[in-house]
């Protein structure tokens, strides 16, 4: 299967505007992502073949970034932080609370397909360490609390 013609259009205008493949790839994987909501094997393969640029240059940057999600994620996000404004913050035992209520670890996906948990560096949310972002607009919710974790989990 190849990429749906929106997608080629798009990635096509962004490889003109960023002055060829290499500066569009971010971007190609961005696009794919919020289409589909994760970046395939399949996909890799597609903007390999529209960029002329290997798989392994593509997936080598896909897998770089913790916000490109390489396997298929659940229908609401939590991306924790493990920062160290987060983690002298207590996040380490807010983390804990928050695998013990889903039941999964960092990196899984509960078996409803509802949450998935990640752990990223730093949300951008230290003044309100621990922080995580949530939900598909990407809401900061912090300072987290092990016991009041219904404001991420909602
Ligand atoms: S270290 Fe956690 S938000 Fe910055």
């Known amino acids: 299967m190849s990429l749906p013609e929106p997608l080629t259009v798009m990635i096509t205008h962004a490889i ?3 002055g060829g493949p290499r500066g569009a790839i971010l971007e190609a994987l961005r696009m794919v992502q919020h289409a589909e909501g ?6 890799v393969a597609d903007i390999a073949a529209l960029t002329g640029m290997t798989t392994a240059e593509i997936d080598n940057l896909a897998t770089f970034y913790s916000h490109i999600f390489r396997k298929p994620v659940g229908r609401h996000l939590v991306m924790f932080c493990d920062g160290a404004s987060c983690w002298m913050n207590g996040g ?11 039941g ?8 409803d397909g509802r949450f ?8 951008g949310g230290c003044d309100h360490a621990p922080a995580a972002v949530t939900g598909r607009n990407r809401r900061l919710v912090g300072p987290l609390r092990a016991d009041t974790l219904d404001g991420l989990l909602t």
């Not at 999964?104 to 078996?111: D, L, N, R, S, V």
């Open 38 to 43: 994760w970046v395939s094997d399949e996909r």
């Open 16 to 18: 003109a505007s960023h």
């Open 104 to 111: 999964i670890g960092f990196g899984e996906t509960t078996a």
């Open 92 to 102: 380490d035992k807010v983390a804990e609370a928050v695998k013990a209520r889903l």
């Open 116 to 123: 998935t948990l990640l752990n990223t560096c730093c949300v």
